[in-house]
């Protein structure tokens, strides 16, 4: 039995609201119970086994398909215990402003139906147990501060005036973040928000730039392995259905390492080589000396009706003056 995780309960959550456990509609979810990366579609890490509601907790277990690299990091930390959070995707059915079903420092209202969709392993969760994503009608709902949602507005107190976020932020804590991420980023602690973006743009760019470099790189180093590998077996040095070994054994010990093991092995030497090699098993005469079969050494008779059938006939007809059986 694997460690579970807690993928959603009833506790009020970083967007100021909360999800109804028993109005959460997971069917769809079990019959593809797919476990992604920090919520990216087409990043599958895995699924999620076992289900189970009980009370007002929605638990499971995460599997690692360990297919793509994302998988195969995300369960080593699992196993290490620094991955430990997760986010449900809920699909927004219905919510309620029932003053029952608001919770204290509540600022919008209650799900009480919604679909979930996905689980995503993520590094840091939106409150205590886990982090939540909510959409409607297939659209993310990116609930910032004081920001309004058709789907999820925030509620109204008595005279309709808008509660205070419980979860934002002042606007001297939001001019202290800003200095942090500009000295962060090698900007003055005066950098505007537009620097800022700036200079994460042309960051990301860098890191746009540097992937293709490796993707290249890759490729080059491959091109070569491959060349290393097809000049191997044109030596003889093995045959051609070992090429796919050698050339991931270069990708994993790289060029050098690589060259050294292929320079190492000696090149295969075939029988009809042997036949053709102007010594003879014997030492006594070159195949061009031979006029009859009688003349071959027994040693080389073998080899040569099997590696050369042409020239054991001509020799077996000067020494018999018939032509040679059929064999």
Known sequence: MGKRIRISNER???????????????E??????????????GIIIGCIKDLKVEGTDITGEPYFDEVRDESKLAKQQWDKGTLKMCSPYFEIIETSEDPALLQPGQT????????????????MGGNDDNIVMLSYQGNELKLAACEDSAALPLLKMNGGAIPQNNNSKTEETMNVDFKA?????????????ADIL???????????ANVELRKQLDEIKLAGVTQMVDEAI?????????KEHF????????????????DSMATVTKPLQLLNSGGGVAGTMTTGQWNKLSEVPE??????????PDKYRALYKAEYGIDCPKF
């Open 198 to 208: 700036g200079k994460v743009g042309i960051l990301l760019g860098f890191q746009t």
């Open 247 to 262: 050339i991931s054994l270069g990708k994993t010990m790289g060029v050098d390492a690589l060259k050294l093991t292929l």
């Open 299 to 308: 040693a080389q008779l073998k080899l040569m009706r099997e590696n050369d």
């Open 12 to 26: 009020l959550n970083c967007f100021g609201t909360w999800v109804k456990t028993d109005g959460v509609d997971y």
């Open 181 to 193: 991420i500009a000295l962060k980023l090698g900007l003055p602690e005066t950098a505007t928000e």
């Open 108 to 123: 919008r209202p209650t799900v009480t139906k919604c679909k979930l969709m996905e689980v995503s392993m993520v590094d």
């Open 234 to 242: 044109r030596a003889g040095k093995f045959n051609a259905d070992k």
């Open 28 to 41: 769809q979810f079990q019959k593809n119970p797919v476990m992604l990366w920090m919520h990216w579609r």
